[in-house]
């Protein structure tokens, strides 16, 4: 899941980006709502959910938002504010925010709000992704395998291996190029070397083949990689 952080106070931005980077969600910080345009505005940029601040340099959390909504998009938002007036509230709901946190709040509170706006949406449904024995649990964000005697074994993968494993069963059967799955899995700003996707995914081929547990990760030579569900070998 990717999502795009809109926030120009640095140590609220730093501790967001860094809840959410522990939850292991994808996340493109920018400080200013012009910035966030021209992110959203890029084709190659798929963003699952966005986080505004109200008042931001350039071009306005609220004005962002109805800019992103009169372009026909769904992207689920959540709204931060120092406004606590009701009409503040109102005016965010109806320019088109799904959900409206004030400051100061907890990070518990902002990162339940992700999980319930992440349920709510239909582009991030199923909640539960299957692929053999394997199943990924979005609410929690933990894989785990059912055992032969029907007991749940969790899977410990590090947040690159399943924001991989994730982006895959979410993309069954198609094939991915290196560049789509650099453009979901990186930060903008990460600049991940050449042979980075090709890496992680050995990795997590090892990872899940050393408990028994492979998955059809197929390499497509000159495009990219398929997740072949008719190929299963997980099972």
Same mark, same amino acid.
């Given at each position: 899941m ?31 709502g ?14 699952t959910?966005?986080?505004? !601040?109200? +008042?931001?340099?350039?071009?306005s959390?609220? %004005? =962002?938002l109805? $800019?992103? /909504? &009169?372009?026909?998009?769904?992207? @689920?938002?959540?709204?931060?504010t ?9 005016a ?6 799904? !959900?409206? +946190?004030v ?5 518990? %509170? =902002?990162?339940? $709000?992700? /999980? &319930?706006l992440?349920?709510?949406? @239909? ?66 700003s ?41 190929n299963?070998?997980?099972?």
């Amino acid at each position: 899941m990717k999502v795009l952080l809109v926030e120009d106070e640095p140590d609220l931005g730093a501790a967001i980006k860094r809840a959410l980077s522990l939850e292991k969600y994808v996340v493109d910080w920018v400080v200013d709502g012009t910035e966030a345009w021209g992110y959203l505005e890029n084709q190659e940029m798929q963003y699952t959910l966005a986080i505004f !601040d109200w +008042l931001l340099p350039e071009l306005s959390g609220l %004005e =962002l938002l109805r $800019r992103l /909504r &009169a372009n026909k998009s769904s992207l @689920p938002v959540l709204m931060l504010t120092a406004k606590d007036r009701l009409e503040d509230r109102v005016a965010g709901l109806d320019a088109g925010a799904d !959900d409206y +946190l004030v400051k100061p709040f907890r990070m518990a %509170e =902002l990162l339940a $709000r992700v /999980r &319930a706006l992440q349920r709510r949406s @239909p582009q991030l449904q199923p909640q539960q992704l299957q692929v053999g024995s394997l199943t990924l649990d979005c609410g929690t964000r933990t894989v785990y395998r059912v055992a032969a005697k029907g007991e749940k074994q969790e899977v410990p993968l590090t947040n690159k291996e399943y924001q991989l494993l994730e982006y895959f069963m979410r993309h069954p059967n198609q094939v991915v190029t290196s560049d789509q799955i650099r453009n979901q899995l990186w930060e903008v700003s990460a600049e991940p070397l050449s042979n980075v996707v090709a890496a992680q995914i050995r990795l997590l081929r090892r990872k899940l083949e050393s408990i028994g547990c492979a998955i059809p990760i197929e390499t497509v030579h000159g495009i990219g990689y398929r997740l072949n569900l008719s190929n299963d070998a997980s099972k």
